[in-house]
């Protein structure tokens, strides 16, 4: 079983950064692949970022890259997703996943078993 905790969220202005954190309980932690989605108003949950057990790939949708950074620390049972250039599109609720087995699709939310509660960003304009 493995719990995972946002934070990080907030407002910001368009232009601004956040850095989002989850910090994930279980001693397995670097043996786990890690997501971010998020999902705005009335709008489905959708894929912003994912990263492998080691950290040596990831992957971004195309709305968020060369904005977005995902990366993880092993040692701390933790990833991060650094956002900037914030853009009102960017308000949702963004939530960390997790799976322990290898994810052949980082952008299907079906692939991993293990969510958190999430974490507000909202981007003024």
């Known amino acids: 079983q493995v719990q995972l905790v946002e934070s990080g969220g907030g407002l910001v202005q368009t232009g601004g950064s956040l850095r989002l954190s989850c910090a994930a309980s279980g001693r397995t932690f670097s043996n786990y692949a890690m997501g971010w989605f998020r999902q705005a108003p009335g709008k489905e949950r959708e894929f912003a970022a994912g990263i492998s057990w080691s950290g040596g790939s990831t992957y971004y949708t195309d709305s968020v890259k060369g904005r977005f950074t995902i990366s993880r620390d092993n040692a701390k049972n933790t990833v991060y997703l650094q956002m900037n250039s914030l853009k009102p599109e960017d308000t949702a609720i963004y939530y960390c996943?997790?799976?322990?087995?290898?994810?052949?699709?980082?952008?299907?939310?079906?692939?991993?078993?293990?969510w958190g509660q999430g974490t507000q960003v909202t981007v003024s304009s």
């Open positions: 996943a997790a799976d322990p087995s290898p994810i052949a699709a980082y952008a299907r939310y079906q692939e991993y078993t293990y």
